[in-house]
């Protein structure tokens, strides 16, 4: 027999298959998780996590915390097939950059940003590993928890490297911030904003204090 709580869980895990579908139909674009590519590409640290997909609702909520501008250029570390960088690419933006280790997940992402409707700013996906791209360009960093401590680590260090001696703003957006503790080693930033808004994951927006 089954519990409610069974039954409640199978619910949401409709819904939320239910809201992935509809939001790629209208965006003509295919960012469902796929099982079948689960198979990782380790980065230079060796702490890769398997590819995942947040919600839609996850990620425009997180759009509408940091209010971005149109002269900002975004940033996705670890695109996988590119489901955030879509959501951004429709607001009007400098640019927006999918950073995407597996050669297989770049390639979906590069084929929705052609396809995506409703573009109003340029996407360009780069299938590289996240240590080795060039940050100076960016001016909010999204990411959906895609490494762990050792390469966030070394990506905080790369940001600062690039944005402090010129004292570029940076914002960096946090979504399942399971390493969130490596953030204190960095007081050049500031967490700004630490919420979990119903439907969605728990979402931590740090900025720059210059």
Request: hydrophobic share 35%; net charge positive; aromatic share 10%.
């Given at each position: 027999?089954?519990?409610?709580?069974?039954?409640?869980?199978?619910?949401?895990?409709?819904?939320?298959?239910?809201?992935?579908?509809?939001?790629?139909?209208?965006?003509?674009?295919?960012?469902?998780?796929?099982?079948?590519?689960?198979?990782?590409?380790?980065?230079?640290?060796?702490?890769?996590?398997?590819?995942?997909?947040?919600?839609?609702?996850?990620?425009?909520?997180?759009?509408?915390?940091?209010?971005?501008?149109?002269?900002?250029?975004?940033?996705?570390?670890?695109?996988?097939?590119?489901?955030?960088?879509?959501?951004?690419?429709?607001?009007?933006?400098?640019?927006?950059?999918?950073?995407?280790?597996?050669?297989?997940?770049?390639?979906?992402?590069?084929?929705?940003?052609?396809?995506?409707?409703?573009?109003r700013a340029p996407i360009e996906i780069r299938n590289m590993d996240v240590l080795s791209a060039d940050f100076s360009e960016g001016s909010i960093?999204?990411?959906?928890?895609?490494?762990?401590?050792?390469?966030?680590?070394?990506?905080?260090?790369?940001?600062?490297?690039?944005?402090?001696?010129?004292?570029?703003?940076?914002?960096?957006?946090?979504?399942?911030?399971?390493?969130?503790?490596?953030?204190?080693?960095?007081?050049?930033?500031?967490?700004?904003?630490?919420?979990?808004?119903?439907?969605?994951?728990?979402?931590?927006i740090y900025t720059t204090k210059y």
């Amino acid at each position: 027999m089954c519990t409610m709580q069974s039954i409640i869980k199978n619910i949401e895990g409709s819904a939320r298959y239910l809201e992935s579908n509809l939001w790629d139909k209208w965006m003509n674009v295919e960012t469902r998780h796929s099982d079948g590519l689960n198979k990782m590409t380790q980065g230079k640290k060796g702490d890769s996590l398997p590819f995942q997909t947040s919600a839609h609702y996850t990620i425009r909520k997180a759009i509408k915390l940091i209010q971005s501008k149109c002269d900002d250029t975004v940033i996705e570390l670890g695109c996988g097939k590119g489901r955030a960088v879509c959501h951004f690419a429709r607001l009007r933006l400098k640019k927006v950059i999918g950073i995407e280790i597996s050669t297989e997940l770049s390639e979906i992402a590069k084929k929705n940003a052609r396809q995506l409707r409703g573009r109003r700013a340029p996407i360009e996906i780069r299938n590289m590993d996240v240590l080795s791209a060039d940050f100076s360009e960016g001016s909010i960093f999204y990411m959906f928890n895609p490494f762990g401590e050792k390469t966030l680590r070394a990506v905080l260090s790369k940001i600062e490297l690039s944005h402090k001696e010129i004292r570029k703003q940076a914002t960096i957006v946090y979504i399942n911030p399971l390493f969130s503790n490596i953030f204190n080693d960095f007081p050049w930033l500031e967490k700004t904003q630490d919420v979990r808004i119903y439907g969605s994951l728990r979402t931590m927006i740090y900025t720059t204090k210059y």
